[in-house]
């Protein structure tokens, strides 16, 4: 009986648990809580917008469950907002999924690529770490291998390989994934304790960037 018990007030606990989790208004976010403040404040590609940096690693699985609460978002983005996706570069594990990203991006397929990197290497298992790899994914997305293979080692992707790790350290960017608002606010799972209310905490400091916008 003693045992029975305990089983169903554990199951009532954890069940409290998962909805507390699920619920976005957990948080007070007038009071400041679900997101920090970045210091220095970082300047943003338009000021006429209010900027949201994502910084993932297709390597990271907290990065992929949070892909779909994004896409979804991003069904609904303001017009006075911009969102940019930006690899995160820790280590050497981390470049080739980074490169593969920005060499998506030269050739213009990354809306064709992003979400089926995620699934093949986090469904799939696929490393895809090496550059032949890289190159017989983006074929069978239709890519040349000659091209993809151009555009890897391309200038444009160099330079912003070099860019992404100065970006990281701007932002004080430790882990993945981490969202910024307007070069002035960050959060995370950690900080949102759970993605609903990383959400709810993007879209309230970007409605208080908005309001403050010229």
Not at 42 to 55: A, C, L, M, W
Not at 192 to 198: M, R, S, T, V, Y
Request: contains cysteine; negative net charge; glycine residues 6%.
């Amino acid at each position: 009986m003693f045992s029975a018990l305990r089983l169903i007030l554990l199951f009532a606990a954890l069940y409290s648990i998962s909805v507390n989790a699920a619920e976005p208004n957990a948080l007070n976010l007038e009071k400041g809580e679900g997101y920090a403040t970045i210091t220095p404040a970082q300047p943003t590609q338009d000021p006429n917008k209010v900027e949201v940096i994502e910084f993932f690693w297709y390597g990271c699985p907290h990065c992929y469950r949070l892909e779909p609460y994004l896409t979804e978002w991003l069904k609904k983005l303001p017009p006075n907002v911009q969102f940019i996706r930006q690899p995160a570069v820790f280590g050497p594990r981390w470049a080739p999924h980074a490169r593969a990203y920005f060499t998506a991006e030269a050739l213009g397929v990354i809306e064709n690529i992003h979400a089926d990197l995620f699934d093949a290497i986090q469904n799939k298992r696929r490393p895809l770490s090496s550059e032949e790899e890289l190159a017989e994914f983006f074929e069978e997305h239709g890519v040349d291998k000659d091209q993809f293979r151009q555009a890897y080692h391309s200038f444009i992707v160099d330079t912003k390989m070099r860019q992404a790790g100065a970006m990281s350290a701007r932002y004080g960017v430790s882990g993945v994934p981490a969202i910024m608002i307007n070069g002035k606010y960050k959060t995370n799972g950690t900080l949102a304790k759970n993605f609903p209310n990383l959400i709810a905490v993007m879209d309230y400091l970007i409605a208080s960037e908005s309001k403050d916008s010229p």
